[in-house]
């Protein structure tokens, strides 16, 4: 059973960098064909995707964040990463990791493993 463990602050500054980690456990990250993401809901508003590894190493990015995000990962510890540059208070969420087999998706709903989520507020 592939379970997922969100980590990192909880506030982040106006105009600094939020990272996140997410540790995966029952299954490796390299595995043929899976997909490690990340989404986001913000207050009063629907599932955002904002991000993908796949096993391979390969990433794609929501067009609305490309510029400031960055996903990777430590095959190693079983864990990947989101960066987010200049965070504004828009960018205020609940924060989750989620993974799923055969091809990755922007679709939020075709994730099958999800983390519990974090949440971080962007504020000073």
């Known amino acids: 059973q592939v379970q997922l463990q969100e980590s990192g602050p909880g506030l982040v500054k106006p105009s600094q960098t939020l990272s996140l980690t997410c540790t995966v456990s029952?299954?490796?990250?390299?595995?043929?064909?899976?997909?490690w993401t990340w989404i986001r809901q913000s207050p009063g508003k629907g599932l955002e995707w904002v991000g993908v590894?796949?096993?391979?190493?390969?990433?794609y990015y929501s067009p609305s964040l490309e510029s400031r995000v960055s996903i990777t990962r430590d095959t190693s510890k079983a864990q990947f990463s989101l960066q987010l540059n200049s965070v504004t208070p828009e960018d205020t969420a609940v924060y989750y990791c989620?993974?799923?087999?055969?091809?990755?998706?922007?679709?939020?709903?075709?994730?099958?493993?999800w983390g519990q989520g974090t949440q971080v507020t962007v504020s000073s």
């Open positions: 989620a993974a799923k087999y055969y091809r990755p998706s922007t679709n939020s709903d075709d994730y099958d493993y």
């Open positions: 029952g299954a490796s990250i390299t595995v043929d064909g899976a997909a």
């Open positions: 590894i796949t096993y391979d190493g390969t990433t």
